[in-house]
């Protein structure tokens, strides 16, 4: 049923809006982001997901931006899609139109705000994977979701052909290990956290869904691509030399800095939708300097 396992590094793509006072999506710079990232070797994109503010997204504009992800990557890399909510009966119905819209996979949170149960947990989740015509991508992010996916729910999840990766963003090394451990290797753990990309594949992690690579592909597509080609040591470093952008990036709630970061590129304009908002004068400035540390800004 599955037809890939998501491998390497994959962009949680921001979606960008225009700066024409009710913030349109901006299908060109849109169109613009996923070429910058097929042109810095990512292996895959992720629409719609958190840092793609889904939240607040109008349906047709969820639709817009799935279906210009999917015509502009035009089969080069594999685009996956976020279709989670804390309604069963509504992430059934995204799941349903994301699979219409031809995408490879689709991304499913675990349900927030009202705090369901392993038991609830793995029903919602063999739900989705029975609808779902693509493979499933479960994801795991207790900081915003307020319920923690142990390893042992994820274990019984992966039993479903069409449950093929985990996207783990508990920040816990220790429940990626578990969860690889009762998997016994045969699933795919994805590092959800940018700082934990390198620790995540040392210990059988198969890539990573990032923010950072919205910013920087290149730099971040190379920490798999080292370490998959045996050089640990030069994963480690590259890991280390992200650290302060990643941090930055980290420093108000994403995607605000991420946005103007990639403003600060030229790539869009730096504008969030309510209720988060444009970052700080100070997180611009930080940018700046991290950005040129790293040869990305003149």
């Not at 279709?83 to 675990?110: F, H, K, P, Y």
Request: aromatic fraction near 4%.
């Amino acid at each position: 049923m599955a037809k890939f396992v998501p491998v390497g590094t994959h962009t949680a793509l921001v979606t960008p809006f225009c700066a024409d006072g009710r913030l349109n999506v901006d299908v060109p710079a849109l169109k613009k982001l996923v070429e910058q990232q097929i042109a810095g070797g990512v292996d895959g994109l992720v629409a719609c997901g958190t840092t793609g503010e889904t939240a607040t997204l109008e349906q047709h504009e969820y639709e817009l931006v799935v279906g210009t992800v999917v015509a502009q990557a035009a089969g080069r890399v594999p685009v996956i899609a976020g279709v989670g909510s804390n309604s069963t009966a509504q992430t059934l119905a995204t799941t349903r139109r994301a699979c219409e819209l031809g995408v490879d996979g689709v991304l499913v949170v675990t349900p927030y705000y009202n705090k369901p149960s392993q038991a609830g947990m793995i029903q919602h989740f063999l739900l989705v994977a029975d609808a779902s015509s693509t493979p499933v991508v479960l994801y795991n992010v207790p900081g915003r979701t307020g319920v923690n996916l142990l390893p042992a729910t994820v274990a019984q999840l992966a039993k479903h052909p069409n449950v093929i990766a985990l996207k783990e963003a508990a920040g816990s090394l220790e429940q990626v290990q578990e969860t690889i451990r009762l998997t016994d290797f045969n699933f795919a753990v994805l590092s959800g956290d940018d700082a934990l990309c390198v620790p995540t594949y040392a210990v059988g992690g198969r890539g990573v869904i990032s923010v950072v690579s919205n910013v920087a592909p290149a730099h971040t597509s190379s920490l798999w691509r080292h370490y998959a080609a045996g050089d640990a040591q030069a994963a480690a470093r590259a890991q280390v030399a992200l650290l302060p952008l990643i941090k930055i990036l980290f420093s108000e709630p994403n995607p605000q800095p991420a946005k103007m970061a990639m403003h600060l590129l030229g790539l869009m304009q730096p504008g969030c939708r309510l209720p988060l908002t444009e970052a700080t004068g100070a997180t611009r400035t930080a940018l700046e300097v991290a950005l040129r540390d790293l040869s990305l800004l003149a």
